[in-house]
């Protein structure tokens, strides 16, 4: 449920008001004084969750990380080096 928040125009409180959308708006002020206005105010939100952030996004500071392209080779073995072991005497 919305909370409106309003103010007097004749003694100048300000009060909020748990109220639903379709709700009528107060008559009187808690002063009983009954020249009110609806105030506009800024909107409650939180934002729950990864991705709202500059720092969730990517890595690196580039958003992309380092992949290695499908066309390259991993470097062979030399040929004077023995990748096999020997068998044990």
Same mark, same amino acid.
């Given at each position: 449920? $919305?909370?409106? #928040?309003? #103010?007097? @125009? #004749?003694?100048?409180?300000?009060? =909020? =008001?748990?109220?639903?959308?379709?709700?009528?708006?107060?008559? /009187?002020?808690? *002063?009983? &004084?009954?020249?009110?206005?609806?105030?506009?105010?800024?909107?409650?939100?939180?934002?729950?969750? @990864?991705?709202?952030?500059? /720092?969730? &996004?990517?890595? *690196? %500071?580039? %958003?992309?990380? $380092?992949?290695?392209?499908?066309? =390259?080779?991993? $470097? =062979?073995?030399?040929?004077?080096? *023995? /990748? #096999?072991?020997?068998?044990? $005497?």
């Amino acid at each position: 449920m $919305p909370i409106y #928040e309003y #103010e007097c @125009s #004749e003694c100048g409180a300000r009060f =909020e =008001e748990w109220q639903r959308v379709g709700d009528p708006q107060p008559v /009187t002020c808690p *002063n009983g &004084h009954s020249q009110i206005r609806r105030l506009l105010s800024q909107p409650a939100i939180i934002f729950k969750g @990864s991705g709202f952030y500059v /720092t969730d &996004h990517g890595r *690196n %500071g580039g %958003g992309k990380s $380092p992949r290695k392209r499908r066309d =390259e080779k991993a $470097p =062979e073995p030399s040929a004077g080096s *023995n /990748t #096999e072991k020997d068998p044990a $005497p």
